[in-house]
């Protein structure tokens, strides 16, 4: 059994939709700790009628502020509490929908790092046809060469334990599939990685994203982010637009649309941000995941899963054993 | 009347597909002269049953070798020749489906920048709901700030001259839409394009793409490569998923498709590439056009009629003009 710190004041619906999805959490099984401000969190846990532990942490971190200097000085905001319950053992896992770069920092600067790691990364699984790991998506926006080769050691870690391939292709993100593309990052990360302990699948591109050239994608934070947004982005259009397509003034394509809208409604479910509960940090002392902004009850409750399933897995483990041997 | 040089030997389905496309666009009204293999050209010619003028170029550029130095080696390779044509003055633009490093060092260094222009770039128009184009897609991979505030002035000229906004905003693409977001390239960035002679939007996300935030959006090479195979690859992986969505083995779906999928094949081609011709090599002494490598008939045509539009609407005059006042 591993226990999950959920920062409940984190997000732009908490502490609402944070408390309710923990309350699912919990009655499926995940041991969740709330932290937050108890005056609050009390209140909507008595009427969600379940009874789950409460850490007091009356502050919190704003959305403009500079999030490591915060992180240093707020002691008492919750997702500095939330971290400090991992660093020191009374919790597995961390969870927050607050601002990335605050959870990023605690991340990093609170739980602290796990052997061997220069910088953690963020981490995200593509929903799209073959799901694809990608990182980092943001934690790091500018990155040397060798922090390419740990991230593809971590992205394989992530790939195992939670998508179950036994031996991940880690993909170098570039220009173009041939050697030699690239900017100088990608041209000497490319005979890096060749030369790592990982399976190397060489360059890929953002076009082979879902058609299984490999199952993780290795970039800096600043394209991984590129690539992450365009893709939310296109899909978000491309769901209005098959919408707009159907929505004619035509009988037979009205009479035909309940038969065919709900099927492109569990597609366009499949492919939610909140059905996948969240980005990984990876190389930190703890499991750590970063929820979308707006998470709902369903979103929150899936990143704790996700947290906890990490927990149990032994996640933190397998990525210092993974970088040990680089 | 603009003339157009072709590079007929350039792309995946050259020459049988651009002596095909360069037939319709000429019946359409382009003149186009075609450059490459007169051997080759002159039967596909007779076949089409149209006469076109045709300037022999034995050699190519394959796609393997260092453009740089096989722009200025082959010199009767025949997008060199083609380069040639229009820095002579015989031609006002050229289009190639050929290697895309190619045709920008061709264009670079042959057809040659226009006055006050640092870097050429490639700019590219994304049709996802409101029409934006993104620049730089891959000539320069890594980039200064003031080489983006160029960019933003020519990307400004292309949505006045293509898509017939008045007065584009200009997006600067970061992992956030807050200002200090980013690289130091970004925070460098934001100051020079607030104070440059454009209309400057802030700073965009790949997610706003389509939603009309911006009519421009400027990055290095790098990551609008990045930003734009990853639409691409979304709009392919969503395709392919939507048919598969429909495609139960259910009477009451099969009875509503013959309704459905028209109107979803006419989206799926509003999407495509091929639709919009190509990218603009912008900031060169010509309209210069790269067509997809596997471009088709209809793409290569529609790649002639947008260099000849733009050359019979000053693109490179315009370009000129904007960044005089810079």
Redesign the interface.
Known sequence: MTRIALDAMGGDRAPQETVKGAVDAAAGGVEVVLVGDEARLRPLLRESGADLPVVHAPEQIG??EDVSRAIRDKKRASISVAARLVAEGEADGLVSAGSTGATVAAGAILVGRAPGVSRPALAAVFP??HPTVVLDI?AN??VRPEHLVQFGVMGSVLAQVYLGVEDPAVGL?N?GE?EGK??PLEKESFALLAAAPLRFAGNV???????GAADVFV?D???G??????????????S???LA??S?D?P??Q???P??LP??A??RES?DPDTHGGAHLLGTRGTVVVAHGSASRVAVANALRLASAGAERGLVARVAEGLARV
């Open positions: 959305m403009g799209l046809g943001g926006l500018e993100l220009v041939e690239g900017r591109e953002g076009r082979d994203l879902g058609r970039t934070g600043f394209s982010n590129v690539l992450l947004k365009g893709v939310e982005g296109t899909v978000s259009a491309m209005r637009l098959v397509a159907l004619e035509d037979a394509l009479a035909a649309l038969v065919v099927r492109l569990v597609l492919l």
